[in-house]
């Protein structure tokens, strides 16, 4: 079978692996229909992503196609359409004890610690694989990136009266914003980009815009009379961008972190304990996550529409993939299809 695998920082190379053999007795073999591009793909191709090594194949946020059963497997089918959890623990440990499944210590993601899914079979443990049959495949492909989303709206505790900024209007700050509206916050967007600003606006007309400038906190007050953001999710994954937030959340407020970048936070301890600001990091999502987003695409709540901007095929991927970098192409969120 063939696969795409990023040899070094900005080397995309097809090779041929060897035919898949059939799944072991807890695990199906999948046959790959979409794979959506990652922020964190588009970070590894430039080497500027954390926790990754070399050679790699990329890939993580898939709609699939059952092709075998291993023989334990009972809650799936063969020909079912289906989203993956892409992050598995090779070790119970404390944090898988007590529920927190996306943050254990032996903790593997496809395409970053072990080979992904830009490929065109994959064996996975079954219990990591969600039926969604009555889903599109584009919409199957961003259930992984909206469950990120909701991941941390979740770990913002967002209550009905909170005023909710999200920072960066990439696809998972989009998701979050989706996913903070179900909570019915009041929900603003800031980002350097107007095209993204511009997607918000079209996308979610009851959402506040503001774009980067001086004056952020001014711009703020300007909108909310005076108040600030009792809750600020920063998708940025940018170092001065995540320290700003200590300026722009209320009086305690909370932060929570979904970007991450390598290197240290830097804030100012007295402005951290004035306003009694609760710090929080969000990573990658639970499987409620996953299970609450078929929920929510199949009955409408939440949409995809104009989400996808660029299609690549993966026959031609190694070729095209840098084509997503350009600004011109204001790409928003790219899916790999596989025929």
Do not use: W
């Amino acid at each position: 079978m063939q696969a795409i695998v990023l040899e070094q920082p900005e080397v995309l190379k097809k090779i041929e692996l060897e035919a898949p053999q059939p799944p072991a007795p807890n695990d199906v073999l999948l046959k790959m229909k979409r794979l959506g591009v990652c922020g964190t793909d588009l970070h590894a191709y430039k080497g500027n992503q954390p926790f990754f090594s070399y050679p790699r194949i990329l890939g993580h946020e898939i709609a699939a196609e059952v092709i075998a059963l291993g023989e334990n497997v009972s809650h799936l089918k063969i020909g079912d359409r289906c989203a993956v959890m892409p992050y598995r623990n090779k070790e119970i440990d404390q944090a898988v004890r007590r529920g927190k499944t996306n943050c254990g210590s032996t903790l593997s993601v496809l395409g970053v610690h072990e080979d992904g899914a830009m490929q065109e079979y994959i064996s996975y443990p079954a219990q990591q694989v969600f039926p969604a049959n009555e889903l599109a495949l584009d919409q199957i492909a961003m259930i992984e990136p909206l469950a990120i989303g909701s991941h941390a709206v979740e770990r913002a505790d967002i209550q009905p009266d909170d005023i909710v900024l999200v920072v960066g209007a990439g696809p998972i700050g989009i998701g979050t914003v989706a996913m903070a509206l179900l909570k019915a916050a009041k929900v603003l967007v800031l980002d350097i980009n107007q095209n993204r600003l511009d997607y918000i606006t079209e996308k979610f007309p009851s959402v506040s815009c503001i774009k980067l400038n001086d004056a952020v906190e001014n711009s703020l007050k300007e909108l909310l009379n005076g108040d600030l953001p009792t809750v600020i999710l920063d998708a940025t994954g940018n170092k001065e961008s995540m320290q700003k937030c200590f300026e722009y959340v209320a009086q305690g407020g909370t932060i929570v972190y979904i970007g991450l970048f390598i290197g240290d936070v830097v804030f100012h301890d007295p402005l951290f304990h004035r306003k009694e600001i609760t710090l929080k990091s969000s990573r990658n999502a639970v499987a409620t996550d996953f299970t609450k987003l078929i929920r929510l695409l199949k009955a409408g709540l939440v949409n995809i529409d104009g989400y996808i901007t660029h299609r690549l095929t993966f026959d031609t991927l190694h070729e095209t993939f840098t084509k997503l970098y350009s600004p011109e192409e204001r790409v928003i969120k790219a899916v790999v299809e596989f025929d």
